[in-house]
């Protein structure tokens, strides 16, 4: 009874887990001397990290930020998507280096 009880409350924590899908305009970009993109999305409305050029896989983060740093120019909405193990929200992603790494930065052609 006991081990289901605790099988139970595991899978009750786990409920929660998957992606999310954060939609909007990014607002500004930076690259910091470490290394780190971090861009302000109007959906966190807060800066949040993407990558590391240093620590991530620097042709993948090097691509994010040049697309990421043209939707800043052009304006269209920008997609992100996360996978998050608990009740977060795109309004309560981590901030700067607390933020979790994104599966994919998608940029929404504005034409469709």
Known sequence: MKYLLLL??????SASAG????TGKVENIYIHQSGDIVIYGEWRKDFTKICNTK????????LWASSVTTAVKDNPD????YF????TTCATL???QNAPDPGYVMILNPVI
């Open 78 to 81: 920008v997609k992100v998507q």
């Open 8 to 13: 139970l409350s595991l899978g009750a924590s």
């Open 94 to 96: 981590g901030t700067y």
């Open 84 to 87: 998050v193990s608990d009740d």
């Open 19 to 22: 992606y999310i899908y954060c």
């Open 55 to 62: 620590n991530s896989d620097v042709v993948t983060c090097s």
